[in-house]
Protein backbone atom coordinates (compact mmCIF):
# COMPACT_ATOMS: atom_id res chain seq x y z
CA UNK A 1 0.00 0.00 0.00
CA UNK A 2 0.90 3.20 -0.80
CA UNK A 3 0.32 6.15 2.04
CA UNK A 4 -1.10 9.21 1.98
CA UNK A 5 0.17 12.26 1.11
CA UNK A 6 -0.18 14.46 4.21
CA UNK A 7 -2.70 17.50 3.88
CA UNK A 8 -1.57 21.07 4.30
CA UNK A 9 -3.41 24.71 5.24
CA UNK A 10 -4.61 25.99 1.53
CA UNK A 11 -3.22 29.52 3.86
CA UNK A 12 -4.42 32.73 2.79
CA UNK A 13 -3.54 33.19 -0.46
CA UNK A 14 -5.45 30.68 -2.82
CA UNK A 15 -7.56 33.61 -4.29
CA UNK A 16 -5.22 33.65 -7.79
CA UNK A 17 -5.08 30.10 -7.53
CA UNK A 18 -8.34 28.74 -6.94
CA UNK A 19 -10.73 31.62 -7.53
CA UNK A 20 -9.30 33.71 -9.72
CA UNK A 21 -11.66 35.89 -11.74
CA UNK A 22 -10.59 39.21 -9.53
CA UNK A 23 -6.96 38.58 -11.13
CA UNK A 24 -8.05 38.40 -14.62
CA UNK A 25 -8.13 35.04 -14.91
CA UNK A 26 -10.80 32.43 -15.87
CA UNK A 27 -11.02 29.77 -12.47
CA UNK A 28 -12.23 26.38 -13.22
CA UNK A 29 -16.10 27.26 -11.90
CA UNK A 30 -17.53 29.74 -9.48
CA UNK A 31 -20.23 30.71 -7.77
CA UNK A 32 -23.06 30.35 -10.18
CA UNK A 33 -23.98 26.21 -11.47
CA UNK A 34 -26.99 27.21 -12.68
CA UNK A 35 -28.22 28.80 -15.63
CA UNK A 36 -31.16 30.13 -17.18
CA UNK A 37 -31.35 26.64 -18.93
CA UNK A 38 -30.87 24.40 -15.81
CA UNK A 39 -33.55 22.66 -15.32
CA UNK A 40 -35.18 22.81 -11.33
CA UNK A 41 -36.03 25.16 -8.93
CA UNK A 42 -33.34 28.13 -8.93
CA UNK A 43 -32.13 28.94 -5.44
CA UNK A 44 -29.56 31.20 -3.54
CA UNK A 45 -27.87 29.75 -0.80
CA UNK A 46 -26.15 32.51 1.27
CA UNK A 47 -24.19 32.30 4.87
CA UNK A 48 -20.85 32.90 6.64
CA UNK A 49 -18.11 31.43 7.86
CA UNK A 50 -17.56 32.02 11.61
CA UNK A 51 -14.40 30.96 14.03
CA UNK A 52 -14.82 30.41 17.66
CA UNK A 53 -15.38 33.79 19.38
CA UNK A 54 -17.86 34.51 16.29
CA UNK A 55 -15.27 36.20 14.30
CA UNK A 56 -15.93 36.05 10.49
CA UNK A 57 -13.70 33.90 8.91
CA UNK A 58 -12.48 36.17 5.07
CA UNK A 59 -9.91 33.56 3.80
CA UNK A 60 -11.85 30.33 3.70
CA UNK A 61 -12.97 28.21 0.68
CA UNK A 62 -16.42 26.84 0.53
CA UNK A 63 -16.87 24.09 -2.57
CA UNK A 64 -20.25 22.50 -2.45
CA UNK A 65 -21.12 19.21 -4.58
CA UNK A 66 -24.68 18.29 -5.42
CA UNK A 67 -27.02 16.25 -8.05
CA UNK A 68 -28.68 17.59 -10.46
CA UNK A 69 -32.96 18.72 -9.56
CA UNK A 70 -33.62 15.46 -11.16
CA UNK A 71 -31.77 13.48 -8.05
CA UNK A 72 -28.67 12.32 -10.97
CA UNK A 73 -25.04 13.23 -10.06
CA UNK A 74 -22.78 14.09 -13.26
CA UNK A 75 -20.03 11.32 -12.58
CA UNK A 76 -19.56 7.94 -14.12
CA UNK A 77 -20.24 6.32 -10.88
CA UNK A 78 -23.76 7.47 -10.94
CA UNK A 79 -25.51 4.96 -13.15
CA UNK A 80 -28.83 5.89 -12.58
CA UNK A 81 -30.08 5.10 -15.93
CA UNK A 82 -33.48 6.43 -15.47
CA UNK A 83 -32.55 9.91 -14.46
CA UNK A 84 -31.34 12.28 -17.41
CA UNK A 85 -28.14 14.22 -16.96
CA UNK A 86 -28.47 18.11 -17.01
CA UNK A 87 -25.39 18.96 -19.75
CA UNK A 88 -26.14 22.56 -17.99
CA UNK A 89 -25.16 21.53 -14.93
CA UNK A 90 -21.67 20.32 -13.42
CA UNK A 91 -22.83 20.07 -9.71
CA UNK A 92 -19.93 21.77 -8.65
CA UNK A 93 -19.29 25.21 -7.32
CA UNK A 94 -16.54 27.34 -4.86
CA UNK A 95 -16.71 30.20 -3.12
CA UNK A 96 -14.41 32.50 -1.48
CA UNK A 97 -15.48 34.08 1.46
CA UNK A 98 -15.63 37.64 1.51
CA UNK A 99 -14.20 40.35 4.40
CA UNK A 100 -17.51 39.74 6.53
CA UNK A 101 -17.26 35.90 5.85
CA UNK A 102 -19.66 35.75 3.74
CA UNK A 103 -20.64 33.46 0.66
CA UNK A 104 -23.27 32.41 -1.63
CA UNK A 105 -24.07 30.17 -4.26
CA UNK A 106 -26.71 30.10 -7.73
CA UNK A 107 -27.62 26.72 -8.28
CA UNK A 108 -30.75 24.45 -8.19
CA UNK A 109 -32.36 22.23 -5.74
CA UNK A 110 -31.05 19.04 -5.63
CA UNK A 111 -33.23 15.98 -6.18
CA UNK A 112 -32.89 13.14 -3.82
CA UNK A 113 -30.43 10.32 -4.58
CA UNK A 114 -30.10 6.51 -3.15
CA UNK A 115 -28.78 6.21 0.03
CA UNK A 116 -27.81 2.80 2.16
CA UNK A 117 -29.83 -0.36 0.84
CA UNK A 118 -33.00 0.56 -1.09
CA UNK A 119 -33.56 4.03 1.00
CA UNK A 120 -33.84 7.58 -0.74
CA UNK A 121 -31.59 10.34 1.04
CA UNK A 122 -33.29 13.83 1.79
CA UNK A 123 -32.09 16.32 -0.92
CA UNK A 124 -28.46 17.80 0.39
CA UNK A 125 -25.36 19.01 -1.11
CA UNK A 126 -21.70 17.86 -0.06
CA UNK A 127 -19.70 20.69 1.49
CA UNK A 128 -15.81 20.59 1.68
CA UNK A 129 -14.75 23.63 3.61
CA UNK A 130 -10.92 24.94 3.91
CA UNK A 131 -9.09 28.22 5.08
CA UNK A 132 -5.94 29.55 7.07
CA UNK A 133 -5.90 27.74 10.40
CA UNK A 134 -6.70 24.70 9.16
CA UNK A 135 -4.60 21.98 8.43
CA UNK A 136 -6.94 19.35 6.88
CA UNK A 137 -10.58 20.55 4.88
CA UNK A 138 -13.64 19.75 6.89
CA UNK A 139 -16.76 17.58 5.18
CA UNK A 140 -20.16 18.87 5.81
CA UNK A 141 -23.55 18.57 4.64
CA UNK A 142 -26.41 21.13 4.03
CA UNK A 143 -30.06 20.13 4.07
CA UNK A 144 -33.19 21.98 3.50
CA UNK A 145 -35.63 23.30 5.90
CA UNK A 146 -38.65 23.11 3.66
CA UNK A 147 -37.93 18.98 3.37
CA UNK A 148 -39.04 18.16 7.12
CA UNK A 149 -40.68 15.00 5.93
CA UNK A 150 -37.58 13.86 4.13
CA UNK A 151 -35.33 15.25 6.58
CA UNK A 152 -37.25 12.97 9.20
CA UNK A 153 -36.40 10.08 7.38
CA UNK A 154 -32.63 10.75 6.09
CA UNK A 155 -29.86 8.05 8.08
CA UNK A 156 -27.31 10.22 7.68
CA UNK A 157 -29.72 13.03 9.63
CA UNK A 158 -30.68 10.48 12.30
CA UNK A 159 -26.94 9.71 13.40
CA UNK A 160 -26.63 13.04 14.77
CA UNK A 161 -27.54 14.01 17.98
CA UNK A 162 -30.53 16.19 17.42
CA UNK A 163 -29.44 18.79 19.21
CA UNK A 164 -27.05 19.42 16.45
CA UNK A 165 -28.61 18.53 13.95
CA UNK A 166 -29.82 22.23 12.99
CA UNK A 167 -26.40 22.95 11.99
CA UNK A 168 -26.66 20.81 9.17
CA UNK A 169 -30.51 22.51 8.22
CA UNK A 170 -30.09 25.76 5.55
CA UNK A 171 -33.32 27.75 6.82
CA UNK A 172 -35.79 29.19 3.46
CA UNK A 173 -36.45 32.95 4.25
CA UNK A 174 -38.19 34.76 1.71
CA UNK A 175 -38.09 33.56 -1.93
CA UNK A 176 -36.05 30.69 -3.20
CA UNK A 177 -33.06 31.96 -0.43
CA UNK A 178 -31.55 29.53 2.11
CA UNK A 179 -29.44 30.54 4.79
CA UNK A 180 -26.52 28.57 6.23
CA UNK A 181 -24.02 29.64 8.70
CA UNK A 182 -21.10 27.38 9.13
CA UNK A 183 -19.36 27.96 12.61
CA UNK A 184 -15.75 26.44 12.50
CA UNK A 185 -16.30 25.69 16.89
CA UNK A 186 -17.79 26.95 19.62
CA UNK A 187 -21.68 26.69 20.90
CA UNK A 188 -23.49 26.20 17.71
CA UNK A 189 -20.22 24.43 15.92
CA UNK A 190 -21.55 22.82 13.14
CA UNK A 191 -21.59 18.81 12.56
CA UNK A 192 -18.49 17.85 10.78
CA UNK A 193 -17.93 14.41 8.97
CA UNK A 194 -15.22 11.58 9.32
CA UNK A 195 -16.33 10.83 5.57
CA UNK B 1 -18.06 0.20 -8.72
CA UNK B 2 -16.26 1.40 -5.89
CA UNK B 3 -18.37 1.22 -2.81
CA UNK B 4 -16.05 2.89 -0.05
CA UNK B 5 -12.82 5.03 0.40
CA UNK B 6 -10.24 4.39 2.67
CA UNK B 7 -10.80 6.27 5.52
CA UNK B 8 -8.21 9.73 6.02
CA UNK B 9 -4.90 8.16 7.27
CA UNK B 10 -5.04 9.99 10.82
CA UNK B 11 -1.23 9.32 11.37
CA UNK B 12 0.08 10.96 8.08
CA UNK B 13 -2.39 13.89 8.39
CA UNK B 14 -2.41 17.22 10.50
CA UNK B 15 -5.12 17.58 13.26
CA UNK B 16 -7.26 20.46 13.03
CA UNK B 17 -5.85 22.19 16.65
CA UNK B 18 -1.86 21.95 16.82
CA UNK B 19 -0.73 24.85 19.04
CA UNK B 20 2.36 26.10 17.55
CA UNK B 21 0.43 27.24 13.97
CA UNK B 22 -1.72 29.42 16.15
CA UNK B 23 -4.52 30.26 13.55
CA UNK B 24 -5.34 26.73 14.26
CA UNK B 25 -6.97 27.61 18.22
CA UNK B 26 -10.14 29.49 16.92
CA UNK B 27 -10.61 27.90 13.79
CA UNK B 28 -10.78 23.75 14.80
CA UNK B 29 -13.51 21.79 15.37
CA UNK B 30 -14.19 20.61 19.02
CA UNK B 31 -16.70 17.97 18.68
CA UNK B 32 -14.91 14.60 17.12
CA UNK B 33 -16.32 14.64 13.71
CA UNK B 34 -19.57 12.39 12.82
CA UNK B 35 -18.97 9.36 11.67
CA UNK B 36 -20.62 8.64 7.96
CA UNK B 37 -21.26 5.64 5.63
CA UNK B 38 -19.97 6.92 1.87
CA UNK B 39 -23.13 7.13 -0.21
CA UNK B 40 -23.09 7.95 -3.74
CA UNK B 41 -22.76 11.67 -2.77
CA UNK B 42 -19.62 11.05 -1.69
CA UNK B 43 -18.64 8.45 -3.83
CA UNK B 44 -19.17 10.96 -7.10
CA UNK B 45 -17.13 14.28 -7.04
CA UNK B 46 -16.71 16.86 -9.67
CA UNK B 47 -15.19 16.10 -12.87
CA UNK B 48 -12.40 18.56 -14.83
CA UNK B 49 -10.38 17.01 -17.96
CA UNK B 50 -7.71 18.84 -20.34
CA UNK B 51 -11.40 20.89 -21.08
CA UNK B 52 -10.40 22.71 -18.32
CA UNK B 53 -7.32 24.12 -19.25
CA UNK B 54 -6.44 27.02 -21.49
CA UNK B 55 -3.16 26.94 -23.33
CA UNK B 56 0.14 27.32 -21.08
CA UNK B 57 -1.79 26.85 -17.67
CA UNK B 58 1.13 24.15 -17.05
CA UNK B 59 3.43 26.68 -17.94
CA UNK B 60 3.92 29.46 -15.07
CA UNK B 61 7.27 30.68 -16.55
CA UNK B 62 4.86 31.80 -19.97
CA UNK B 63 1.33 32.05 -18.84
CA UNK B 64 1.42 35.53 -17.20
CA UNK B 65 4.21 37.27 -19.62
CA UNK B 66 3.37 40.81 -20.44
CA UNK B 67 6.81 42.63 -21.59
CA UNK B 68 9.34 39.99 -20.87
CA UNK B 69 10.61 37.03 -19.01
CA UNK B 70 10.16 36.72 -15.21
CA UNK B 71 12.86 36.49 -12.90
CA UNK B 72 14.22 33.71 -10.66
CA UNK B 73 15.09 30.06 -11.03
CA UNK B 74 13.82 27.85 -13.47
CA UNK B 75 12.66 24.32 -12.70
CA UNK B 76 10.69 21.62 -13.56
CA UNK B 77 8.54 19.61 -11.13
CA UNK B 78 7.09 16.34 -12.44
CA UNK B 79 5.66 13.41 -10.64
CA UNK B 80 2.72 10.96 -10.56
CA UNK B 81 -0.79 11.16 -8.86
CA UNK B 82 -1.47 7.61 -7.10
CA UNK B 83 -3.89 6.11 -5.02
CA UNK B 84 -3.50 3.83 -1.75
CA UNK B 85 -3.34 0.55 -3.95
CA UNK B 86 -0.72 1.84 -6.19
CA UNK B 87 -2.40 2.89 -9.45
CA UNK B 88 -1.72 5.96 -11.11
CA UNK B 89 -5.00 8.19 -11.51
CA UNK B 90 -5.43 9.15 -15.04
CA UNK B 91 -7.23 12.58 -16.01
CA UNK B 92 -7.22 14.40 -12.71
CA UNK B 93 -6.72 17.89 -12.34
CA UNK B 94 -3.90 19.65 -10.77
CA UNK B 95 -4.11 22.95 -9.54
CA UNK B 96 -0.95 24.83 -8.28
CA UNK B 97 -0.39 28.98 -6.75
CA UNK B 98 3.20 29.78 -5.06
CA UNK B 99 5.40 33.08 -4.41
CA UNK B 100 7.55 34.29 -6.45
CA UNK B 101 10.70 33.90 -6.61
CA UNK B 102 11.52 36.41 -3.94
CA UNK B 103 9.15 35.67 -1.84
CA UNK B 104 6.00 37.46 -2.79
CA UNK B 105 2.38 36.34 -3.70
CA UNK B 106 0.46 38.28 -6.38
CA UNK B 107 -2.35 38.38 -3.70
CA UNK B 108 -3.70 41.74 -3.29
CA UNK B 109 -3.00 40.65 0.57
CA UNK B 110 0.46 39.79 0.93
CA UNK B 111 2.19 42.82 2.42
CA UNK B 112 6.18 41.24 2.75
CA UNK B 113 8.29 44.18 1.18
CA UNK B 114 9.94 41.89 -1.73
CA UNK B 115 8.93 42.72 -5.44
CA UNK B 116 6.07 41.84 -7.39
CA UNK B 117 7.43 40.33 -10.48
CA UNK B 118 5.24 41.90 -13.71
CA UNK B 119 6.03 38.80 -15.36
CA UNK B 120 4.81 36.23 -13.17
CA UNK B 121 1.45 35.65 -11.45
CA UNK B 122 2.62 32.11 -10.02
CA UNK B 123 -0.68 29.61 -10.53
CA UNK B 124 -0.83 26.97 -12.94
CA UNK B 125 -3.39 23.61 -13.73
CA UNK B 126 -2.81 20.41 -15.70
CA UNK B 127 -3.94 17.41 -15.97
CA UNK B 128 -2.62 14.01 -15.41
CA UNK B 129 -2.04 11.43 -18.12
CA UNK B 130 -3.33 7.61 -18.86
CA UNK B 131 -0.66 6.95 -16.64
CA UNK B 132 -1.34 9.36 -13.67
CA UNK B 133 1.68 11.36 -14.52
CA UNK B 134 1.98 15.33 -14.44
CA UNK B 135 4.43 17.59 -14.62
CA UNK B 136 4.92 22.23 -14.67
CA UNK B 137 7.44 24.71 -15.25
CA UNK B 138 7.44 27.21 -13.30
CA UNK B 139 10.36 29.61 -10.97
CA UNK B 140 11.81 28.32 -7.42
CA UNK B 141 9.37 30.01 -5.25
CA UNK B 142 11.38 32.04 -2.38
CA UNK B 143 11.06 31.83 1.13
CA UNK B 144 8.91 34.32 2.75
CA UNK B 145 8.05 35.87 6.30
CA UNK B 146 4.55 34.95 8.09
CA UNK B 147 3.40 36.38 11.25
CA UNK B 148 2.69 32.85 13.18
CA UNK B 149 5.84 33.61 15.98
CA UNK B 150 8.76 36.04 16.26
CA UNK B 151 11.15 36.06 13.01
CA UNK B 152 8.73 33.45 11.48
CA UNK B 153 9.46 32.05 7.94
CA UNK B 154 7.60 29.81 5.77
CA UNK B 155 9.90 27.21 3.50
CA UNK B 156 9.68 27.42 0.30
CA UNK B 157 6.78 25.80 -1.10
CA UNK B 158 4.03 25.24 -3.99
CA UNK B 159 0.63 24.70 -3.19
CA UNK B 160 -1.35 22.02 -4.52
CA UNK B 161 -4.96 21.05 -5.44
CA UNK B 162 -5.99 17.48 -5.84
CA UNK B 163 -9.41 16.08 -6.87
CA UNK B 164 -9.08 12.32 -7.28
CA UNK B 165 -12.26 10.28 -8.32
CA UNK B 166 -14.67 11.52 -5.73
CA UNK B 167 -15.22 14.08 -2.96
CA UNK B 168 -13.69 12.22 -0.36
CA UNK B 169 -10.38 11.99 -2.20
CA UNK B 170 -10.16 15.34 -2.34
CA UNK B 171 -6.63 16.85 -1.44
CA UNK B 172 -5.01 20.34 -0.79
CA UNK B 173 -1.53 20.12 0.19
CA UNK B 174 2.54 21.81 -0.25
CA UNK B 175 5.48 20.49 -1.54
CA UNK B 176 8.58 21.24 -0.36
CA UNK B 177 12.42 21.55 -1.37
CA UNK B 178 14.98 19.42 -0.25
CA UNK B 179 17.93 20.69 1.82
CA UNK B 180 16.05 23.50 3.02
CA UNK B 181 16.89 24.42 6.50
CA UNK B 182 13.43 26.21 7.14
CA UNK B 183 12.01 23.27 7.43
CA UNK B 184 13.50 22.20 10.88
CA UNK B 185 11.75 25.19 12.41
CA UNK B 186 8.18 25.09 10.37
CA UNK B 187 5.28 24.37 12.14
CA UNK B 188 2.67 23.65 9.44
CA UNK B 189 5.33 20.84 8.00
CA UNK B 190 6.28 19.91 11.75
CA UNK B 191 1.70 19.39 11.98
CA UNK B 192 2.20 16.22 10.12
CA UNK B 193 2.67 13.67 13.19
CA UNK B 194 4.76 11.06 11.31
CA UNK B 195 7.98 11.84 9.95
CA UNK B 196 8.28 9.85 6.95
CA UNK B 197 4.91 11.25 5.85
CA UNK B 198 6.39 14.93 6.44
CA UNK B 199 9.36 13.45 4.40
CA UNK B 200 7.06 13.20 1.37
CA UNK B 201 5.87 15.86 1.25
CA UNK B 202 9.83 16.92 0.38
CA UNK B 203 10.52 16.67 -3.88
CA UNK B 204 13.62 15.14 -4.74
CA UNK B 205 15.59 16.65 -6.70
CA UNK B 206 15.99 14.84 -10.59
CA UNK B 207 18.76 14.94 -12.54
CA UNK B 208 16.76 13.13 -15.47
CA UNK B 209 14.05 16.02 -15.18
CA UNK B 210 16.12 18.17 -15.08
CA UNK B 211 16.49 19.81 -18.58
CA UNK B 212 20.38 20.88 -19.66
CA UNK B 213 20.89 24.66 -20.08
CA UNK B 214 17.05 25.07 -19.45
CA UNK B 215 16.00 24.19 -15.97
CA UNK B 216 16.10 21.98 -12.86
CA UNK B 217 14.35 19.13 -12.14
CA UNK B 218 12.23 17.76 -9.31
CA UNK B 219 9.99 14.26 -8.65
CA UNK B 220 7.31 14.75 -6.67
CA UNK B 221 4.54 12.08 -6.18
CA UNK B 222 1.02 12.77 -4.45
CA UNK B 223 -0.76 9.71 -3.07
CA UNK B 224 -4.95 9.95 -2.62
CA UNK B 225 -7.11 7.72 -0.38
CA UNK B 226 -7.77 4.37 -2.53
CA UNK B 227 -11.01 2.46 -2.64
CA UNK B 228 -11.21 0.13 -0.11
CA UNK B 229 -11.77 -3.42 -0.31
CA UNK B 230 -14.57 -3.73 1.89
CA UNK B 231 -17.69 -0.87 2.10
CA UNK B 232 -16.67 1.09 6.11
CA UNK B 233 -19.86 1.34 8.18
CA UNK B 234 -19.94 3.97 10.42
Redesign the interface.
Known sequence: MAKQTASQTIGPYFSYGLTPEEYGRAGICGNVLAGADTKGEAIKIEGRVLDGEGNPVNDAMIEIWQANAGGRYNHPVDTSADIELDHTFSGFGRCATDPDGRFWFDTVKPGAVPGPGNTLQAPHISIILMARGMLLHTFTRLYFSDEESANASDTVLDSVEASRRPTLVAVRGDGPTYRFDIHLQGEDETVFFEA | ??ESYG???RD?????L?GE?K?????????A????????????????GSE?L?PLDDDLTRNAVKDGEPLGERMIVAGRV?????NGLPNT?I???Q?NAAGR??????QHDAPIDPNF???G?CVTDDDGRYRFTTLRPGAYPWPNHHNGWRPAHI?Y?LFG????T?????MYFPGDPLLDIDP??H??PDA???Q??VAEFSLETTEPEWAIGYQW??????ASATPRE?
Open positions: MVALDVHPPYYYSTALRSPKNLQPLTHTLSELTGPVYAALDENGLEIWAYIHFADLGARHSPSFVRLVTQIFSVEARRLDIVLRGA
